[in-house]
């Protein structure tokens, strides 16, 4: 893939999956000469893994000022072996939400399911990634599959990769401040001190989190799809959207307007798998197109309106990305771009994805009808007791 577009003084390129992200990320890890911000929510030991970390080091070593930002629960697996070795090397590792478990029962739990899900990089201030990649092998170790999952980041240079340099700072020093114990008052007043960046119009960094940016991701799907006048294809890994996403994709297709969802084929987790499988036979008598990816787990958090419009970042479209997570998307109004994207996922969709038929609900035996139900109330019932009850 790897076609360049300038937009508004910027560089940007498309990346599919990690063995096209992997390669990238370490050559610009390898070229920084005095910062590098990376944040993830899974950082596994395997092979990639030390690849990264490999490159993190040697940066380190020679003099480069490296933070790394990992999520408390998604990295919790990572030995404390690497993150001594990391440390050791002189790079600087800081934790979110690391000492408490999300699921914990105490008091504030909707808190602790709070996570840092953002997939980000940014070397010098000139060059940074953004998408929906973690860092962890392509093909999954416990699947019995030959190709990678699909999945999408960005990398960019120019104007913009100083804005996501001061974002990923800005979250830097919170977590910092908080590690120190630091909380209350003063944390609440650096959060609210960030701004959100000032980005061009045709290429805007969108942040999510739970102070002053609660929907602006989910805002953004709305306004593209609500002027939509052609074409809608959204790829999710986990596609559980509340009832206005549903309505303004509904909506959308009764004006004539195309809508194809690319979802996951594989069953990765039952419960989010099968809650999405109840919004089918809504969804198809619409006039919704919607196909399954079989080739890989699909990963990918990506999407494109009328060929001009287009997002890829780390916010899936359901309850935990929607209403809990901190992530980041990349917005563009560039048609070179989306057709790049909009290529990728058609190719996907007519080699390694099949389509739902649209009496989908009328083949499905009793059980897994019940079983699909009951998915999606248990979704229904968590969101509730955390206060998101009206928002699904």
């Known amino acids: 893939m790897n076609n360049s577009h300038q937009i508004s003084g910027n560089q940007i390129v498309l990346l599919q999956s990690g ?25 596994s030991a395997d092979q990639t893994g030390r690849m990264v970390a490999d490159a993190l080091q040697r940066a380190a070593t020679r003099g480069v000022s490296v933070r790394l930002l990992l999520d408390g629960f998604g990295s919790s697996e990572l ?63 416990h699947a019995n599959l030959s190709f990678p999952q699909l999945d999408y980041a960005v990398r960019v240079k120019g104007l913009i990769a100083g804005e996501i340099n001061a974002t990923m700072r800005h979250l830097w020093s919170v977590v910092s401040w908080a590690s120190l114990r630091r909380r209350g008052k003063s944390i609440r007043r650096l959060v609210r001190k960030a701004q ?19 929907r602006d991701i989910e ?37 004539g307007v195309r809508v194809v969802l690319l979802l996951q084929g594989r069953v990765e987790y039952w419960i989010q798998h099968y809650a999405t499988h109840a919004l089918y036979d809504e969804l198809l008598n619409a006039g919704v197109e919607i196909y399954e990816y079989q080739a890989s787990y699909l990963h990918a958090k990506v999407a494109v309106v009328d060929g001009i419009w287009a997002t890829v970042g780390s916010s899936n479209i359901d309850p935990y990305s929607l209403l809990l997570a901190r992530e980041a998307n990349l917005m563009v109004q560039h048609t070179g771009f989306a057709e790049d994207l909009r290529r990728s996922l058609f190719v996907a969709i007519d080699k390694d994805a099949v389509r739902v038929g649209d009496k989908y609900e009328l083949t499905r035996n009793w059980l897994d009808r019940l079983f699909s139900g009951i998915s999606y109330m248990i979704v229904r019932l968590l969101i509730g007791i955390l206060g998101y009850g009206k928002s699904i």
Request: hydrophobic share 40%; glycine share 2%.
């Open 79 to 141: 030995p404390q072996q690497w993150v001594d070795d990391l440390t050791t090397a002189e790079v600087q590792v800081r934790w979110f939400r690391r000492e408490i478990s999300p699921f914990t029962l105490r008091r504030n739990r909707h808190r602790r399911l709070r996570r840092m899900h953002r997939k980000m990089a940014v070397m010098d201030a000139k060059v940074a990634f953004v998408g929906g990649i973690n860092i962890i092998n392509d093909i999954p170790r």
């Open 196 to 214: 959100r960046p000032s980005t061009s119009p045709d290429i805007t960094l969108v942040l999510r989190d739970n102070v002053r940016h609660r």
């Open 19 to 43: 063995t096209e992200f992997f390669p990238q990320l370490c050559a610009d890890i390898d070229a920084a000469r005095h910062s590098i911000y990376l944040e993830t929510y899974i950082f």
């Open 219 to 255: 805002r953004e799907y709305l306004n593209a799809i609500d002027a939509s006048e052609k074409e809608i294809i959204i790829a999710n890994a986990y596609f559980l959207p509340g009832n206005t996403f549903r309505q303004s994709l509904i909506k959308a297709a009764g004006r």
